[in-house]
């Protein structure tokens, strides 16, 4: 089992654009394998490869409480089936212990291929709907909480900064 650093917000790294994946190698299969550890251990529902600073068009998700509903997106492309857009509360690895409303159409088509590289066209609603946007922005470099107001912004910075400086301290008193 290998954890990968997360990039924290407002890390530019997470600005970067993700390149598409050309071929779907063992090193592509170790950063899948990698990138399941990491959302685990980190306790979330998804997450992109932007996310552990590797540039490449793939995420990984998992909405079922018990690990057994593990799904990889590459090169996922999204189509909005609904002009209807509807309020979601949001998190994100991230950006640690932030929460906030984001509207998003209701409905999307994916197409994408599979950790096995089979081509595949869902449509989805729901929390796997505002999910998969929620992990494409970050293939685009786009966060959540681009879409809150400046003040809500410098918020989340401030309570990032925070979070992290507690981790910190807990990994000192650990190693004490
Ligand atoms: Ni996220």
Redesign the pocket.
């Known amino acids: 089992m290998a954890l990968l650093p997360i990039l924290s917000y407002p890390d530019p790294k997470l600005r970067t654009i993700a390149q598409p994946v050309k071929e779907i190698n063992e090193d592509i299969k170790t950063l899948i394998k990698d990138m399941f550890d990491t959302l685990y251990d980190a306790k979330g529902i998804?997450l992109?490869a932007s996310?552990v600073d590797r540039h490449i068009q793939l995420i990984v998700m998992d909405l079922s409480d018990d690990k057994s509903g593990q799904r990889v997106f590459i090169n996922p492309k999204i189509t909005p089936l609904v002009e209807d857009k509807k309020p979601y509360e949001e998190g994100?690895?991230?950006v640690p212990e932030v929460y906030d409303e984001v509207e998003r159409p209701t409905k999307v088509r994916i197409d994408a291929l599979d950790g096995e590289g089979h081509a595949f066209s869902e449509e989805v609603e729901g929390l796997l709907a505002v999910c998969i946007q929620?992990?494409m922005d970050?293939l685009n470099g786009v966060l959540?909480v681009d879409y809150l107001s400046g003040l809500k912004q410098s918020r989340a910075r401030e309570k990032v900064r925070k979070v992290l400086k507690q981790r910190e301290k807990q990994l000192e008193a650990v190693k004490a």
């Open positions: 998804g992109a996310q994100c690895l991230s929620h992990e970050h959540f």
